[in-house]
């Protein structure tokens, strides 16, 4: 994010959004978010057996849902706010 004024004494925030995807994600916490549910996925995995992997890998899936989603509202809006 990137702040430039003009003549006037407002400061107009732009959004670059032609970043990497390694850049993205360290400025996402959505995304971190949603790696997060993966890595909580994969500990259910490993477990396999019990109420410990069967919690894992529902947490690990409502986590990854709740990232993406928040993370695709976001590029939403601010794509709408550039015209």
Same mark, same amino acid.
């Given at each position: 994010?990137? !702040? ?7 400061? *107009?925030?732009?959004?670059? &959004?032609?970043?990497?995807? /390694? ?18 996925? !994969?500990?259910?995995f490993?477990?396999?057996?019990? *109420?410990m992997?069967g919690? &894992?890998?529902?947490?690990? /899936? ?22």
């Open positions: 994010m990137a !702040l430039q004024a003009d003549d006037t004494d407002e400061s *107009v925030a732009t959004y670059d &959004m032609d970043t990497g995807p /390694i850049e993205r994600f360290k400025n996402s916490f959505s995304l971190k978010l949603a790696a997060g549910g993966l890595v909580f996925i !994969l500990i259910g490993i477990l396999q057996t019990g *109420v992997a919690v &894992m890998a529902v947490w690990g /899936i409502a986590l990854v849902i709740i990232g993406v989603l928040m993370y695709a509202f976001i590029q939403w809006s601010l794509r709408g706010s550039q015209g």
